[in-house]
């Protein structure tokens, strides 16, 4: 009577084991305590700064964390000469990362810092085509630019909507440009905008390349059937997909 007690007893502490275990070696290698090599080195190096080593604490996507670093380490490495750039900033989480990670570059980010707008959601399908106005309204230019901190001088504002946003930058260079803008009319608009603005070794980011937005792939596809470069995956959360421009 008493041992299939005893071996269910046993049975449960070994498989608590082992779940801790597997947890373990998760978090090690591809969890919370995963540190890409480069990074690490930096870090200990001293040379990872203390606001982004805290930043990079509270950032939930970790892949997308490192991408964005590896990316920004080879642009200043290389030489890659541009501004910065985002296109959707919400409340200023990326916005962040990117600016302490090169706090010397000029980041523009552009934004309706209101939410959708209306046009652009009227052409949406699958779930993009449930959202309304309210989304992503619930912030303001005062909230992104206390997210970032930093050197204010580094950061420009272009509120409204955009490619208006980017009347007189024409001349302007870009070396990095993250577009988070979910939806098919600015995806694709930010894309022909930034890519012939892009310097050699330049690379575009763009998030949410996945299911839920098929406005947003259907731009993307639609705009890499024209260029010489490859779209490059990332396994970041929510599918991060990367151009970067061919060397002349």
């Known amino acids: 009577m008493h041992f299939p007690v005893f071996y269910l007893i046993n049975f449960s502490i070994i498989l608590i084991v082992l779940i801790f275990l597997v947890k373990y ?11 890409p090599p480069a990074w690490e080195k930096s870090r200990k190096n001293g040379d990872v700064s203390k606001e982004l080593l805290k930043a990079s604490r509270n950032y939930p996507d970790k892949v997308r964390l490192y991408n964005f670093w590896l990316q920004v380490q080879r642009i200043q490495n290389k030489g890659v000469e ?4 985002e296109l959707g900033v919400y409340k200023g989480e990326s916005a962040q990362l990117l600016h302490l990670m090169a706090p010397d570059r000029n980041l523009h980010l552009f934004d309706t810092f209101e939410g959708f707008t209306g046009a652009d959601l009227q052409t949406e399908n ?25 050197n ?21 260079k870009y070396a990095l440009v993250n577009v988070d803008a979910d939806l098919y009319k600015p995806t694709r608009a930010g894309l022909e905008y930034f890519y012939p603005r892009l310097a050699p070794g330049g690379i575009i980011f763009i998030h949410d390349y996945n299911h839920k937005w098929e406005g947003l792939i259907k731009a993307v596809d639609e705009f890499v059937m024209n260029i010489p470069e490859t779209l490059i995956l990332s396994p970041d959360f929510d599918g991060t997909v990367m151009i970067v421009k061919n060397k002349n």
């Open 82 to 85: 541009g501004d910065f750039a």
């Open 25 to 35: 070696l998760w978090d090690v290698f591809f969890g919370e305590n995963y540190e």
């Open 152 to 172: 204010p001088a580094k950061l420009r504002i272009h509120a409204g909507y955009f490619p208006d946003s980017a009347a007189g930058l024409d001349s302007v």
């Open 126 to 150: 699958g779930e993009a085509a449930t959202y309304t106005t309210k989304n992503f309204a619930d912030t303001s230019i005062n909230v992104v630019l206390k997210k970032i901190g930093g």
